[in-house]
């Protein structure tokens, strides 16, 4: 700068002068927000990563992650199915709030709602680049997909790789019959149907397609904060598995696809790592829901747990749970306390300053859980268990109290095998109490010895009976808002 300019300048011109060029000097020294990798499995069980008691198969890269991270011992997700857990995630509600319910197929005409905020929204608020590479499975109609929901970039399966014509209980139909009841499995990216009839040997590559597209991703973004959703179709049946995995574990198939996802999730941290990204970077694991044991040696484990997919007991909704963020989240370090996909969104909003939505949600910041924070506990009185919209279960603090519901069982038969399913038949439970520090498999009944418990639960129910209904009881919810629809 000249003398000559130097001398027009007053001294308030001076000041702004000195703090834009400081500014402009420390910028890159200022932290930048983190950014936030969510790995949802589909259908993967309790005990099917070393770090949970895997066996038969080794998963090296989940047992770095758990020994570099947190292991959260009781994490659940809101509904033991497809799309309402998916919900649960992205939504930070229970997904009987937002309406999405079961698993969306090819002629459902519903899906996320335009006016809920997503996951990839609060993290756009504060310029994050955003992708989900995967199953998606809110809605298949181009209004429900992820570009229209705050992604910039979309790569995946509408739904579950199994609603296809290949699907077992039509198997037997002539292929024109078939059809009536499963289309074609459409491959998408954006918006636009890029493959229409997607077939076994285009399923052996999904799960390498998937992460190639979330380490460019990475790559391109690595001097911006971003958010990666990457919801795997695997281990949901029909299992598929590349040429480089196959035949490689003592557990078969099933084996095989678990060590495929190892490695996808190797090569994540490893370009984290790479690009010097790890120390800001939150990658959190976990599952939709837990293990469909009528497909016997093509589904994971529940163990210890009780049952699994398609049900309210622990097997069937709590899941896996490994936090990720060197430096920051404790190392080699596990959570006992129960915790849910619904507290994902309020936590990265908490993270990155972003603002909540201005409608009711059910998740709350867990932060201080997943810091490690000397006596945190959970930031609820408790967590519901809806099937449908019947409240069948209520865990506060150690106690889980189920209320009189049927549910699907093997009842201790074994499962199918080679894809195909065994029959489930009724099982039914009546009002009981469980201590799952005690009985993490939900077996002794211990509501007499605890009549007080059993009373504060039934009072938690009540209140979310009024806010969320039960059909159970044939009471509506005055806090459900609806699915979006056609």
């Known amino acids: 700068m000249s003398f000559a300019c130097r001398v027009v300048l007053g001294c308030g011109a001076w000041w702004l002068l000195a703090a834009t060029l400081w500014s402009a000097v420390h910028a890159e020294d200022s932290p930048r927000s983190p950014n936030v990798v969510v790995i949802f499995m589909d259908d993967m069980g309790y005990a099917d990563i070393g770090p949970f008691g895997a066996q038969g198969y080794s998963t090296p890269n989940l047992d770095r992650m758990a020994r570099e991270g947190r292991r959260f011992t009781d994490f659940y997700v809101t509904q033991a199915v497809c799309s ?13 709030r937002v309406s999405i319910l079961g698993a969306l197929g090819p002629g459902s005409n519903q899906g996320i709602h335009e006016d809920e905020v997503t996951l990839a929204e609060i993290c756009r608020q504060k310029g994050y680049a955003t992708a989900c590479y995967g199953k998606w499975h809110l809605g298949h109609h181009e209004k429900f997909l992820p570009l229209q929901h ?95 995995f196959r035949g490689r574990s003592e557990r078969g198939l099933f084996g095989d696809v678990m060590l495929e996802i190892d490695w996808s999730v190797g090569r994540i941290l490893d370009t984290l790592r790479e690009l010097k990204l790890d120390q800001n970077t939150l990658v959190i694991f976990t599952s939709d829901n837990g293990p469909w044991l009528s497909y016997g040696d093509h589904a994971g484990s529940a163990h210890p747990l009780r049952e699994g997919k398609g049900t309210m007991f622990d097997g069937g ?81 150690q106690w889980k109290l189920h209320f009189p519901h049927a549910y699907r ?57 009024d806010d969320l209904g039960d059909s159970a009881r044939q009471q509506p919810g005055r806090g459900v808002r609806p699915a979006g629809r056609l």
């Open 409 to 465: 069982t093997l009842a201790g038969r074994p499962g199918g095998t080679g894809g195909k399913p065994a029959a489930y038949q009724q099982g039914r439970i009546e009002r009981s109490l469980f201590d799952l520090r005690q009985d993490p498999g939900e077996t002794t009944d211990v509501k007499d010895r605890h009549p007080d418990i059993v009373r504060r639960i039934e009072q938690l129910a009540d209140r979310m009976r």
């Open 150 to 244: 705050g992604f910039d970039d979309y790569f995946g399966l509408p739904y579950s790789n199994d609603m296809w014509p290949f699907h077992p209980e039509v198997a037997h139909l002539p292929m024109a019959e078939r059809l009536k009841r499963w289309p074609h499995l459409p491959l998408i990216e954006g918006n636009r149907v890029i493959n229409a009839q997607v077939t076994g040997e285009d399923q052996e590559q999904l799960t390498t397609q998937y992460t190639e597209r979330a380490v460019r991703f990475i790559e391109t973004n690595k001097d911006r904060p971003f958010f990666l959703y990457l919801p795997h179709s695997m281990v949901h049946v029909p299992l598929y598995v590349s040429d480089k």
């Open 317 to 397: 909704c709590r899941e896996p749970t490994i936090a990720w963020w060197p430096g920051t989240i404790p190392a080699g370090s596990v959570c006992e306390e129960p915790a849910m996909t619904i507290d994902v969104l309020p936590t990265v909003a908490h993270l990155i300053g972003a603002k909540l939505p201005d409608h009711a949600i059910d998740g709350r910041n867990i932060w201080p859980l997943l810091a490690g924070t000397e006596g945190a506990t959970s930031p609820h009185e408790a967590y519901y268990f809806y099937w449908g919209r019947e409240l069948q279960a209520v865990r506060m603090g």
């Open 84 to 96: 309402a857990s998916r919900a649960g995630l992205l939504t930070g509600c229970y997904n009987v």
